[in-house]
C-alpha cells in the first residue's frame, strides 16, 4: 500500500521491543507497531526482527546484517551502538566507522534505511550524564545519513520522550507508551499517514515528584538495574545470552488484536 511489501528490523533491545510488554511476557516494541502500520491489514506483508536485547554493534553488523542483506526487504531499520557507547572509554568514532560501514552496505544494496539517533536522557537521574557522548554520536549519524541517503528518526528531539513516563524503571528502555509514539514518528519519516499524533502531550500529573522520591528511586535502581549492569559487563555477559530472535524469518504478521483475541481466549478455556 506505501511502497513497503517487506521490512526488517536490525538492532538491539530497543528494537525487541522492551519494555513493552505482551500479555504472554514477549515484547511488542515500535517495530512491531510500525510493521502494522506498513501491513495495513494485508495478507502479503512479510516482516522479521532480528534485534536481540544485549547485542553491541559488532554483533549486529556480523549476525544480523548479512541475512537482511540476503533478504532484501523493501526496507531496513537500523539503530545500533548505543550499548558500545554507554561503556566507559568507549571510542565513539570507531563504532561511528562500523556503523557506517552497515549503512552503506544496505544502500549499496538499494535497500531503503531507517536509523535511529540516541534519545535525550537529560530528564533521567544519574543517565544524564551521558548525555554528551550521546550528542556526538548524533552528529555523526546525522552526517551518516545524508551521506548514504538514509532517513532518520530524531529521537533526540522527540518532546514527548523527554517526560519521566516515557521510560521504565530501569531508565534504559521505554514505556509502551513510548514505543507507540515512536512508532507513528517512523510512519511520518516514511511518509506514512496514521491517525494519532505522536506530538500529542502527556497528560497532566496529579502528584509532583518529591526530591526525596527520587533519592530513593536512584538507589533502588542502582541496585535492581546498575550493578547487575555492571557484573554483566564485567563478565562480559549479555541480557541475550541463549536467547534468540522474536522472528528471524520473513513471515505474514499477525494483527496484534488477533493475538490478544486468542490469548483471551486461551484464558477463558484455563478458567472453565
Not at 12 to 21: H, K, M, Q, V, Y
Not at 197 to 208: A, F, I, M, Q
Request: charged residues 25%; contains cysteine; negative net charge.
Amino acid at each position: 500500500m506505501y511502497g513497503f511489501d517487506s521490512y526488517v528490523a536490525l538492532g538491539d533491545s530497543f528494537t525487541e521491543g522492551l519494555n513493552d510488554a505482551l500479555p504472554d511476557g514477549s515484547f511488542r516494541g515500535w517495530a512491531d507497531r510500525l510493521a502494522e502500520i506498513l501491513a495495513a491489514d494485508r495478507s502479503d506483508f512479510r516482516y522479521a526482527n532480528l534485534s536481540l536485547r544485549g547485542k553491541m554493534l559488532d554483533e549486529i553488523m556480523d549476525e544480523q546484517l548479512p541475512i537482511a542483506l540476503e533478504l532484501k526487504p523493501d526496507l531496513v531499520t537500523l539503530c545500533a551502538g548505543g550499548n558500545d557507547i554507554i561503556v566507559p572509554g568507549a571510542d565513539v568514532e570507531a563504532v561511528v566507522e562500523r556503523f557506517e560501514e552497515g549503512v552503506a552496505k544496505l544502500r549499496e544494496a538499494g535497500i531503503p534505511v531507517l536509523i535511529f539517533n540516541g534519545p535525550d536522557t537529560k530528564v533521567l537521574s544519574v543517565m544524564s550524564v551521558l548525555r554528551g557522548k550521546v550528542a556526538i554520536y548524533n552528529t555523526h549519524l546525522w552526517a551518516i545519513a545524508e551521506r548514504h541517503g538514509a532517513r532518520m528518526v530524531d529521537l533526540w528531539t522527540m518532546g514527548p520522550l523527554h517526560d519521566r513516563r516515557a521510560w521504565s524503571d530501569d531508565r534504559l528502555h521505554f514505556s509502551p507508551e513510548a514505543h507507540r509514539r515512536i512508532a507513528l514518528k517512523s510512519a511520518e519519516v516514511l511518509g506514512i499517514p496514521v491517525a494519532s499524533d505522536w506530538r500529542e502531550p502527556w497528560p497532566s500529573e496529579d502528584t509532583p515528584s518529591r526530591w526525596i522520591d527520587s533519592r530513593r528511586s536512584d538507589l533502588a535502581w542502582t541496585k535492581v538495574h546498575l550493578l547487575p549492569w555492571i557484573r554483566r559487563q564485567l563478565r562480559g555477559e549479555s541480557m541475550g545470552d541463549g536467547l534468540s530472535p522474536k522472528r528471524p524469518q520473513l513471515a505474514p504478521l499477525v494483527p496484534i488484536e488477533v493475538l490478544e483475541a486468542a490469548e483471551n481466549a486461551q484464558q477463558q478455556q484455563q478458567a472453565s
